[in-house]
């Protein structure tokens, strides 16, 4: 619904999008395959743009520990969940092993269960930090149980591409999944590539056609596109089809607004 | 996605919709607040209306034990919702207190985890039934942490009313419920709604317009009305709306069509 921020990105975007809230919405660069450079000088977590250099004064006790990455393989990821996995990934290994990267090859996009659980202090945090909460798609740790997926970018194509197998969790009619569940799946994928264009982003819009039922436990493909830009809207298309491509399951479009901070606080 | 029988409708409206599986689909009646009356003679299971009477022959092995009922109340459940469930209940209790129904009350609707766990037997039901499958919308055992909700349905105003309350694990943006899981709960009103009409049915589109973000914790309505049924066709409008009604949160529309069972086995 809102994207706070991409809730697939990395922690040093979570780093940035809480350093946001704190500066009064600076803008202290993007993701490596932004417009803009995001570097950090360590120990204590430094944003530098070309033009700026701000320290984000929580940041040194953002970092508790290491979270778990959701999106990397575990033992539930069946044989076509690991070969298209090891596809996309290889090509985006080849980005990071010399070539400079022109957002010609995917990137995969990190995904936490904790929107801000590395972050501490401050008035706006202690409102929207509840210990207990996880995020919708991560609130399972059984592996293979629920939502098994990974998200890749490619900047050059505007276009995301998630692995998605559906656990046994999900059920909806008999042996497939729910809708609300695909619904979800749908949301977060158009919801991260949206956020990766700007965020934060608001769902405004999610328009689904149901074509034909998943049966659990398979592994399918949802692809998104931007479909346009029209000011502060982000148009997306969507579509969940078999592996192979050859089944259409779902076919969606999905409209996003970027918002300010702000409009949570109003929620 | 796909409603094979209304997922918050009781053990006997399962049984009903098992023993169609068996019997070539015909029709046992409904449920009390259906057109037809739907009566049991025990000890072997006995459908009975007043012009028919028919055993249904695999009922005698579909009860193991009796299912947790998701639809009533815990001890998780805040204020809000057992002011809500309560004004509603009350008002459905008045109905089997004596006055005959005449679908001018509401009916709480139950609502169990497992679409078929209660029944055994049967070749088709091998296949769909997979013994580690839960509905997705009741697959977190631990009160308050998911989804709380109960449906109620009153038939003479073709309407159903959904108390919901959000629990910490259904987290999208921080503090605020995921956007897929408010259109998992949409899906599951409207579901429930369309099925009443005739089961089994499959959810063709859903059209969600998020208006304001819903914070975790906070108890909401949703409410379906039928807007026109078309042949097959069931449209259904929904809204999701704070408990007094003064914010709308969500707005959408569904459409469902009606479906045979093959439609499932070609899934």
Not at 35 to 41: E, G, R, S, V
Not at 104 to 118: A, V
Not at 174 to 201: E, F, N, Q, R, Y
Request: overall charge positive; glycine content about 8%.
């Amino acid at each position: 619904m809102v994207f706070f921020f991409a809730q697939s990105l990395s922690i040093l975007e979570m780093a940035r999008s809480v350093s946001r809230i704190f500066s009064g919405f600076r803008c202290f660069g993007s993701l490596p395959f932004g417009n803009t450079q995001l570097k950090t000088q360590c120990p204590s977590v430094l944003f530098r743009t070309t033009s700026e250099r701000t320290v984000v004064q929580v940041l040194p006790s953002i970092f508790s520990r290491k979270p778990r990455d959701f999106s990397l393989p575990n033992s539930s990821w069946g044989e076509e969940m690991m070969r298209l996995y090891n596809y996309y990934n290889s090509q985006s290994e080849e980005a990071t092993e010399g070539q400079e990267d022109h957002g010609e090859q995917w990137t995969r996009l990190p995904s936490y269960n904790r929107s801000l659980k590395y972050a501490t202090g401050g008035v706006y945090l202690s409102k929207i930090i509840q210990s207990k909460a996880r995020l919708f798609t991560r609130n399972i740790r059984d592996p293979g149980a629920a939502f098994e997926y990974v998200v890749f970018f490619r900047q050059d194509k505007q276009r995301c591409v998630c692995v998605f197998q559906a656990g046994h969790l999900l059920e909806g009619p008999p042996g497939h999944v729910h809708g609300g569940a695909i619904a979800t799946m749908i949301d977060t994928v158009t919801g991260t590539h949206a956020s990766l264009l700007s965020a934060p982003v608001m769902t405004a819009n999610l328009n689904i056609n149901y074509r034909s039922p998943i049966p659990l436990g398979s592994t399918v493909l949802i692809e998104s596109t931007l479909d346009k830009e029209e000011g502060k809207k982000k148009f997306i298309l969507c579509s969940v089809t078999s592996t192979d491509g050859s089944r259409v399951h779902t076919e969606a479009t999905a409209l996003f607004v970027s918002i300010s901070i702000s409009h949570l606080l109003r929620g």
